[in-house]
Protein backbone atom coordinates (compact mmCIF):
# COMPACT_ATOMS: atom_id res chain seq x y z
CA UNK A 1 0.00 0.00 0.00
CA UNK A 2 1.39 3.63 -1.13
CA UNK A 3 -0.95 6.44 -0.63
CA UNK A 4 0.10 9.80 -1.79
CA UNK A 5 -2.63 13.08 -0.56
CA UNK A 6 -2.09 16.53 -1.58
CA UNK A 7 -3.17 19.24 -0.09
CA UNK A 8 -3.62 17.64 3.27
CA UNK A 9 -4.18 20.60 5.72
CA UNK A 10 -5.04 24.25 4.23
CA UNK A 11 -2.95 26.36 3.38
CA UNK A 12 -2.42 28.77 6.26
CA UNK A 13 -1.93 25.98 8.53
CA UNK A 14 0.73 24.26 6.14
CA UNK A 15 2.74 27.52 6.35
CA UNK A 16 2.35 27.80 9.91
CA UNK A 17 3.55 24.31 10.34
CA UNK A 18 6.90 25.00 7.77
CA UNK A 19 7.79 28.02 9.97
CA UNK A 20 7.54 25.97 13.05
CA UNK A 21 9.45 23.36 11.57
CA UNK A 22 12.33 25.87 10.98
CA UNK A 23 11.85 26.91 14.62
CA UNK A 24 13.06 22.94 16.26
CA UNK A 25 16.05 22.95 17.89
CA UNK A 26 17.60 19.90 15.21
CA UNK A 27 20.06 16.92 16.64
CA UNK A 28 22.26 15.33 14.49
CA UNK A 29 23.91 11.89 14.49
CA UNK A 30 20.24 9.60 13.74
CA UNK A 31 20.49 6.45 11.63
CA UNK A 32 17.71 4.54 9.63
CA UNK A 33 19.90 1.51 10.25
CA UNK A 34 21.17 0.70 13.89
CA UNK A 35 24.89 0.89 13.26
CA UNK A 36 24.34 2.54 9.93
CA UNK A 37 27.21 4.96 9.02
CA UNK A 38 24.86 7.62 7.04
CA UNK A 39 23.35 9.81 9.65
CA UNK A 40 20.81 13.21 9.35
CA UNK A 41 19.16 15.30 11.76
CA UNK A 42 16.61 13.96 14.16
CA UNK A 43 14.09 15.40 17.08
CA UNK A 44 11.93 13.03 18.87
CA UNK A 45 8.18 14.82 19.33
CA UNK A 46 6.20 12.66 21.45
CA UNK A 47 4.15 8.77 21.35
CA UNK A 48 1.07 10.71 21.22
CA UNK A 49 -0.66 14.10 20.81
CA UNK A 50 -0.50 15.15 24.26
CA UNK A 51 3.16 14.33 24.27
CA UNK A 52 3.86 16.31 21.58
CA UNK A 53 1.73 19.24 22.64
CA UNK A 54 3.83 19.14 25.84
CA UNK A 55 7.32 19.13 23.73
CA UNK A 56 5.93 22.39 22.40
CA UNK A 57 4.87 20.66 18.91
CA UNK A 58 1.50 21.42 18.85
CA UNK A 59 2.06 22.26 15.11
CA UNK A 60 1.55 18.28 14.70
CA UNK A 61 -1.97 18.13 15.95
CA UNK A 62 -3.94 19.23 12.68
CA UNK A 63 -2.28 16.64 10.79
CA UNK A 64 -2.91 13.71 13.05
CA UNK A 65 -6.49 15.18 13.13
CA UNK A 66 -6.52 14.97 9.18
CA UNK A 67 -4.22 11.59 9.45
CA UNK A 68 -7.68 10.16 11.92
CA UNK A 69 -10.21 11.13 9.29
CA UNK A 70 -8.79 9.05 6.51
CA UNK A 71 -7.28 6.60 8.35
CA UNK A 72 -7.86 3.96 10.92
CA UNK A 73 -4.77 3.79 13.02
CA UNK A 74 -3.24 4.23 16.36
CA UNK A 75 0.21 6.40 16.85
CA UNK A 76 2.69 4.96 17.96
CA UNK A 77 5.71 8.15 17.94
CA UNK A 78 6.18 11.34 15.45
CA UNK A 79 8.98 12.25 15.14
CA UNK A 80 10.89 14.92 12.27
CA UNK A 81 13.62 14.47 10.13
CA UNK A 82 15.64 16.54 8.24
CA UNK A 83 18.38 16.32 5.47
CA UNK A 84 20.91 18.48 3.81
CA UNK A 85 22.92 18.10 0.52
CA UNK A 86 25.12 14.63 0.46
CA UNK A 87 23.24 13.55 3.16
CA UNK A 88 21.25 10.16 2.03
CA UNK A 89 19.76 7.93 4.80
CA UNK A 90 19.91 4.41 4.68
CA UNK A 91 17.72 1.61 2.93
CA UNK A 92 15.15 -0.09 5.72
CA UNK A 93 12.02 -1.14 7.08
CA UNK A 94 10.37 0.29 9.95
CA UNK A 95 8.17 -1.22 12.76
CA UNK A 96 4.55 -0.68 12.86
CA UNK A 97 2.09 -1.01 10.47
CA UNK A 98 1.77 2.26 8.26
CA UNK A 99 4.43 5.61 8.19
CA UNK A 100 2.84 8.37 6.95
CA UNK A 101 5.38 11.59 6.41
CA UNK A 102 4.38 15.09 5.85
CA UNK A 103 6.15 16.86 4.01
CA UNK A 104 5.97 20.63 4.59
CA UNK A 105 6.13 23.74 2.06
CA UNK A 106 9.75 23.70 1.02
CA UNK A 107 10.70 22.29 -2.05
CA UNK A 108 13.95 21.22 -2.66
CA UNK A 109 13.69 17.51 -3.64
CA UNK A 110 14.16 14.96 -1.21
CA UNK A 111 11.35 12.87 -1.58
CA UNK A 112 11.09 9.05 -0.68
CA UNK A 113 11.61 5.99 -2.50
CA UNK A 114 9.29 3.21 -1.25
CA UNK A 115 9.60 -0.64 -3.03
CA UNK A 116 6.51 -2.83 -3.15
CA UNK A 117 6.89 -6.52 -4.17
CA UNK A 118 6.87 -7.13 -7.86
CA UNK A 119 6.95 -3.19 -8.79
CA UNK A 120 9.52 -0.58 -10.24
CA UNK A 121 10.34 1.64 -6.89
CA UNK A 122 7.68 4.46 -6.33
CA UNK A 123 10.11 7.28 -6.09
CA UNK A 124 7.53 10.01 -4.51
CA UNK A 125 8.38 13.26 -5.17
CA UNK A 126 8.33 16.01 -2.28
CA UNK A 127 6.02 18.17 -2.27
CA UNK A 128 4.71 20.71 0.21
CA UNK A 129 1.54 19.67 1.79
CA UNK A 130 1.85 16.68 1.93
CA UNK A 131 0.96 13.05 3.02
CA UNK A 132 2.26 10.44 2.27
CA UNK A 133 1.02 6.47 3.68
CA UNK A 134 2.86 3.28 2.87
CA UNK A 135 2.95 -0.45 4.61
CA UNK A 136 5.61 0.14 7.17
CA UNK A 137 7.51 -3.04 6.29
CA UNK A 138 8.15 -2.11 2.51
CA UNK A 139 12.19 -1.00 2.09
CA UNK A 140 12.13 2.38 1.94
CA UNK A 141 14.78 5.73 1.39
CA UNK A 142 14.79 9.45 1.66
CA UNK A 143 15.87 10.62 -1.26
CA UNK A 144 18.77 13.15 -1.82
CA UNK A 145 18.18 16.87 -1.82
CA UNK A 146 19.42 19.51 -4.16
CA UNK A 147 23.10 20.40 -4.05
CA UNK A 148 21.28 24.06 -4.70
CA UNK A 149 19.48 23.52 -1.24
CA UNK A 150 20.98 25.32 1.55
CA UNK A 151 18.46 24.74 4.13
CA UNK A 152 17.02 21.50 5.91
CA UNK A 153 14.82 19.51 3.95
CA UNK A 154 12.19 18.69 6.80
CA UNK A 155 9.53 16.16 7.24
CA UNK A 156 6.80 14.54 9.95
CA UNK A 157 6.82 11.24 10.13
CA UNK A 158 3.87 8.98 11.52
CA UNK A 159 4.62 5.66 13.01
CA UNK A 160 1.45 3.99 13.26
CA UNK A 161 -0.58 0.72 13.97
CA UNK A 162 -3.97 -0.52 12.38
CA UNK A 163 -7.09 -0.02 14.85
CA UNK A 164 -8.31 -3.20 13.49
CA UNK A 165 -5.14 -5.35 14.27
CA UNK A 166 -5.90 -8.05 11.78
CA UNK A 167 -5.40 -5.54 9.13
CA UNK A 168 -1.53 -5.72 10.43
CA UNK A 169 -0.56 -9.85 9.67
CA UNK A 170 -2.32 -8.85 5.75
CA UNK A 171 -0.52 -5.73 5.38
CA UNK A 172 2.78 -6.67 6.60
CA UNK A 173 4.00 -9.34 4.87
CA UNK A 174 7.26 -8.65 3.44
CA UNK A 175 9.65 -9.28 6.56
CA UNK A 176 11.36 -11.97 4.05
CA UNK A 177 12.77 -9.08 1.33
CA UNK A 178 16.43 -7.94 2.31
CA UNK A 179 17.78 -4.74 1.48
CA UNK A 180 19.19 -5.55 -1.35
CA UNK A 181 16.00 -6.75 -3.22
CA UNK A 182 15.36 -3.30 -3.43
CA UNK A 183 16.42 -0.90 -6.14
CA UNK A 184 16.22 2.80 -6.47
CA UNK A 185 16.05 4.94 -9.13
CA UNK A 186 17.98 8.49 -8.99
CA UNK A 187 16.77 10.81 -11.69
Known amino acids: MIDVNNDFVEEHISQLIDFQMKEVSWQYDYDSVAGGKNKHWHVLAGHNIEECNLNGFDFVEPIWNNIQ??????MERVYFNAHTHG?????????????????????????????????????IQYEGN?????????????????????????????KTTWKDKTKSEWYNKTNNLKPEDMKVDIE
Request: charged share 20%; with cysteine; hydrophobic share 35%.
Open 130 to 158: RLIAFTADLFHQGMPVSRECYQLRTCIVF
Open 87 to 123: IEPHIHQDDGDVTMIYYPRLDWGGGTCVQEIGMHPAN
Open 69 to 74: KKYDVD
